[in-house]
């Protein structure tokens, strides 16, 4: 099991530098009073059953103070949108000490459960750019 997470984690860093991120123009108060600018990796979106996954890095102005003491600047995240019943579930989110990804790893999460997306949010905006919608 383990060798099939060290497996993950190198395809995660290796693959999402492959192709070029696309600014998708969107600011938002992020973790604690810090600024976040979101590039999404436009040319790799992969279509589900439900919907689209979709890798992104957001990237803050300042450092942020994560759960426990991760202290990150961005953050690469993989994440599938359900177009229809309009839900996410994060599958990867692995924080980096510099912006843009940058600085070695700082921390990660565990895949989450599906969540519904609030609207308004930037996550909806960020559904309705990878399902097709306003971009």
Known sequence: MRWVAVVMVWWVISSAGAAEWKHFKIIEEGVGD???TYYIKADDLEKTEVGFRAWYVVSYA??????GAVVFQSAKVREEFD???KRRQQIYWIAYKAAMA???IAGSEAPRAW???PAGSVTE???N???GGTK
């Open 34 to 36: 810090g600024k976040a």
């Open 115 to 117: 969540e519904s997306v």
């Open 62 to 67: 300042k450092q942020q103070q994560g759960e």
């Open 83 to 85: 177009c229809r019943q």
């Open 102 to 104: 940058g600085g070695g």
């Open 129 to 131: 750019f990878v399902c």
């Open 125 to 127: 905006k960020r559904m």
